[in-house]
């Protein structure tokens, strides 16, 4: 079995999904599962459309381990509760004036909600990466001096790119069974 045709199906997947939401032809994805490796701007679609990298993508040489990185990625996503992963990524609007516990609680519930898988990882990267970029340019912006005012319209810039980033995310969860905002890397 290709590696194309194996991550499409971990991740439930036809061909024809894959084809509409990554805009490659559906013949064009029949011809990778068949064993031809994806090139240039196929590989890059395809990786992106599939949350990999484009190593990842490509087809390796089958070793014991890669067989046993494979079993756990089809243990990681057959593990996902859409239900369960929105009502994490929603939990940190809860908290997003109080920058720790938008990413303690959504780590808390997603151990107790028994949801430890490769999305739910990403939600919780795209949480720590926006409270760290949340305080540099909030500090940058106390730094400047530029006022109250400015200070407090900084505040509510920076809540409410929060609010939006969780929102698209559960609205790409609901539509596409995938994150908008994502990263390459966990940082969990």
Do not use: C
């Amino acid at each position: 079995m290709s590696k194309l045709k194996s991550i499409r199906e971990l991740q439930n997947l036809t061909q024809e999904e894959l084809a509409e939401q990554s805009g490659i032809s559906v013949r064009t994805i029949q011809r990778i599962e068949t064993g031809k490796d994806p090139k240039g701007h196929t590989l890059r679609i395809l990786a992106k459309t599939l949350a990999l990298t484009e190593k990842e993508l490509l087809t390796p040489e089958i070793t014991e381990t890669s067989n046993e990185n494979i079993e756990e990625n089809r243990n990681d996503l057959t593990k996902v509760d859409y239900a369960k992963l929105k009502l994490i990524n929603v939990s940190t609007i809860l908290f997003i004036l109080l920058p720790p516990l938008n990413i303690i609680v959504p780590v808390l519930l997603m151990f107790a909600l028994k949801q430890k898988n490769v999305l739910a990882k990403q939600l919780i990267s795209v949480q720590i990466l926006w409270t760290i970029m949340a305080s540099i340019v909030f500090m940058i912006g106390i730094f400047l001096k530029l006022g109250h005012q400015f200070t407090i319209i900084l505040i509510v810039v920076i809540v409410l790119s929060n609010v939006f980033i969780i929102l698209r995310n559960a609205f790409e969860l609901d539509r596409k069974k995938q994150l908008y905002y994502r990263m390459k890397f966990n940082l969990m």
